[in-house]
């Protein structure tokens, strides 16, 4: 190989220990890369699941910047997530044991109080309803919707609750035709 030096041309001559350098210098070069591709594959592994890999460890907070969480399984630890369809499960089983309580409840009220026939339009808007008897004014007057039991309210009422004035009832929802009301009372 030649080269200029001062406008003389100079010539190198590489010697065998500069070619053994050179050949140290690329081993060095590949143990370095295969140091990184060993790294990169852990943690591919780790991130995958793959057999004989242990599961991913964050330090942190994960964003997902408004991605979810795909394809996870039934929680068994108090720790652990829970995706949607769990979630719904449950609730459905709970709205479903309320109600057979609130049946019960009915039963059990209806053996001791008396049944009070709730008088009113039903047509999904009407919010105003009567008592066909006068309950006692010491005595409750208990009130089912569709079987569930609704609170007395002094107030403007809630989703499920309703107000009393004598005989008269103002409900916090308004019931179509197919629904139910029940009221029970002492009455004289």
Not at 45 to 72: C, K, W
Not at 143 to 161: C, I, T, W
Request: no cysteine; proline share 4%.
């Amino acid at each position: 190989m030649a080269e200029s030096v001062s406008g003389r041309l100079h010539f190198v001559i590489h010697t065998p220990s500069d070619f053994l350098s050179v050949e140290e210098r690329l081993n060095e070069v590949v143990r370095e890369m295969n140091s990184v591709l060993n790294n990169l594959t852990t943690v591919l592994r780790d991130m995958t699941g793959e057999a004989g890999a242990g599961s991913p460890t964050f330090y942190g907070n994960l964003h997902l910047q408004g991605n979810r969480v795909l394809e996870h399984g039934t929680p068994v630890n108090s720790t652990d997530g829970v995706n949607k369809a769990y979630v719904d499960g449950l609730m459905t089983a709970t709205n479903s044991s309320i109600a057979r309580l609130s049946y019960r409840l009915e039963g059990i009220i209806g053996s001791i109080l008396r049944r009070i026939t709730v008088t009113g339009v039903q047509n999904g808007v009407n919010l105003a309803f009567a008592l066909a008897s006068t309950p006692l004014s010491s005595g409750p007057v208990i009130l089912f919707f569709n079987g569930v039991f609704l609170d007395e309210v002094s107030a403007a009422p809630g989703v499920r609750a309703y107000t009393r004035s004598g005989t008269s009832l103002t409900l916090g929802l308004a019931p179509v035709a197919a629904d139910t009301l029940y009221a029970y009372g002492s009455i004289a």
